[in-house]
């Protein structure tokens, strides 16, 4: 297989990167920030630089891949304004771009990074047959999905859950803020959250990518949790004390299965719930 990864500098890309390269596939890096090529460039990485929002750029920057990775975001780090006007247009024009990019090479297989809150649904254990949930947070997300869906070509959109892990800052930020006392429960804590470690979702593209077109696939981990049990096991294990109610509300409770990924990819989180990946 030959490869490109759009966003491959991410903190996803960083970890899929790798792992394509282990399994002996042909990769190319497309990235937008120059600074950055040099460094692949010597790790011996194959690298081209280009922009999900120019059009005329990505076309040549994938030719001659037979499966294109889009793992390109813009989510506001914590403590970063909550401003997702560029990750938007990232999944609504960015999107369109790519696809009609994949087209014009004869691309045969784009997968397609997406977030499982399109299903929000209250307590309710989702799959990806739910239609789509109110979710300010998931409008761009359902319409960049409705364009994949629509591509002439094969494709696979993995609904990624809320990530942890290295690199993506938010493990530091709520052990930080438990540790301190500062931690706070969203509204009352009953809302539900699917999460999913960066290195598991890092294989369910490598997975994804070598198995081929599968469609929609949400990639989370085996155990969605209340925000109210999540922050309690966080405050124990820094010694922090219980997080009291009264935090901003945050996002819709979503409550999502991972059966169709377990059965279509053989994969399997090897962090299987929050309290394998938070000690």
Known sequence: MRAAIVGATGVLGGNVL????????????????????????????????????????????????????????????????????????????????????????????????????????????????????PSQTGASAVEMEAVIAAAPFGWTVLRGGAFYGPGNGRDEDWRGQARAGRLRLPGDGAAYVSLIHVADMAEAVLLTAEHGPAGLLAIVDDEPVTWRDFYRHLAAIEDGPEPPPGGPPGQPSFRVSNARARAVLGWAPRYATYRAGFV
Do not use: Y
């Open 18 to 133: 790798p792992r394509l390269i282990e399994r002996g596939h042909a990769v190319r890096a497309v990235i937008r920030d120059s600074a950055k090529v040099a460094r692949l460039e010597r790790l011996g990485i194959e690298t081209v630089k280009a922009d999900i929002l120019d059009p005329a750029s990505l076309a040549p920057a994938i030719a001659g891949c037979d499966t294109v990775l889009n793992l390109a975001t813009s989510v506001p780090r914590p403590g970063m304004p909550r401003d997702f006007a560029l990750n938007d247009r990232i999944r609504r024009e960015g999107t369109r771009h790519l696809v009609a990019a994949c087209q014009s090479v004869g691309a045969a297989h784009l997968v397609q990074q997406s977030i499982a809150q399109v299903v929000a649904g209250g307590d309710t254990l989702l799959d990806e047959t739910a239609p789509p949930g």
